[in-house]
């Protein structure tokens, strides 16, 4: 199976290329968003594509838009691909792609955390907060919290840092009807997923959702849901609190990139092959554990 590390579709207009996902216009309402195998860490685009990754994220988000979608309208159409591209141009979509209703975004990025972990943890450390919400004293690391808690972000260009914001930094943003609506709907995805992913073994230590409006105003869910991209997946029979848990995410890579002398700009370290490899086999893990289904 080849990498695509950037998509090249001559058929339709481009939009936007952004850290993972190329998306081009199909009409005036609705979008192809192509999940290529390239990844970021540290807000840069490294150099080499992790094998069948864009597959995984896509085969994982479908998955998550089905078991959520009582809970808020998303962003998907039941257009195939393939009709909408060239017959040249469909292996670059097959299996990586969707046809999405095209929506106004929330420039937000909802966070949902039930374990104190990555910027969290540290911002705990500074002022016993994160993001506003006071935590109770003498949590460690990777603890998981009394109830989970929407810890937003401003959304940043590619290449620059999410910057945390505070509820009330968001009402100001969006206003307090849809800060509230975006806050509740986080914090209940989560829960639901959180709390079927623990039959499979994987405990959702924090994620990101996006949000989009529709021509109606409607709050729609949009882009990647609960994938290893978007999320903190570990092994629940392998956690305690207070160490550096194994995960099922992109913190592999993070790991080994802070063993190299790295100034975290582009452009990033080569990655070796073993390292590339075995981040796909924790995504692709994560897709099986979950779905009960691998890449074909």
Not at 8 to 25: E, F, H, T
Not at 259 to 284: F, G, R
Request: with cysteine; hydrophobic share 35%; aromatic share 8%.
């Amino acid at each position: 199976m080849s990498e695509l590390v950037q998509s090249s579709i001559q058929s339709l207009p481009l939009v936007y290329r952004g850290k993972v996902r190329d998306s081009y216009a199909v009409g005036d309402d609705k979008l192809l968003i192509i999940a290529s195998d390239r990844i970021s860490a540290f807000d840069v685009i490294l150099g080499d594509p992790i094998p069948k990754k864009g597959k995984i994220l896509t085969a994982l988000t479908d998955f998550w838009f089905k078991e959520l979608k009582d809970i808020v309208p998303n962003h998907l159409t039941d257009i195939d691909p393939t009709t909408v591209v060239s017959e040249a141009e469909q292996d670059q979509v097959r299996g990586r792609a969707v046809v999405a209703k095209r929506l106004k975004p929330i420039l937000v990025e909802c966070v949902a955390r039930g374990y104190l972990a990555g910027s969290g943890w540290k911002e705990y450390q500074e002022n016993g907060m994160v993001c506003g919400v006071p935590l109770p004293a003498g949590l460690k690391k990777n603890d998981k919290l009394p109830e989970p808690i929407f810890t937003p972000a401003a959304k940043a260009e590619v290449g620059s840092h999410d910057e945390n914001i505070t509820f009330e930094q968001v009402c100001k943003l969006v206003g307090n009807d849809i800060a509230e609506k975006i806050r509740e709907y986080t914090l209940t995805l989560y829960k639901r997923a959180a709390d079927y992913a623990a039959t499979k073994g994987i405990i959702i230590s924090d994620t990101k959702f996006e949000f989009g409006l529709d021509e109606d105003g409607t709050i729609v869910l949009m882009d990647e849901v609960l994938t290893p991209d978007s999320s903190r997946f570990w092994p629940a029979d392998q956690y305690e609190p207070g160490k550096t848990e194994p995960s099922f995410d992109k913190q592999f890579i993070r790991d080994w990139l802070e063993t190299q002398t790295w100034n975290k700009q582009p452009p990033a370290p080569k990655i070796p092959a073993d390292v590339l490899q075995k981040t796909s086999e924790k995504y692709e893990e994560a897709l099986i554990r979950l779905t009960g289904k691998g890449i074909e």
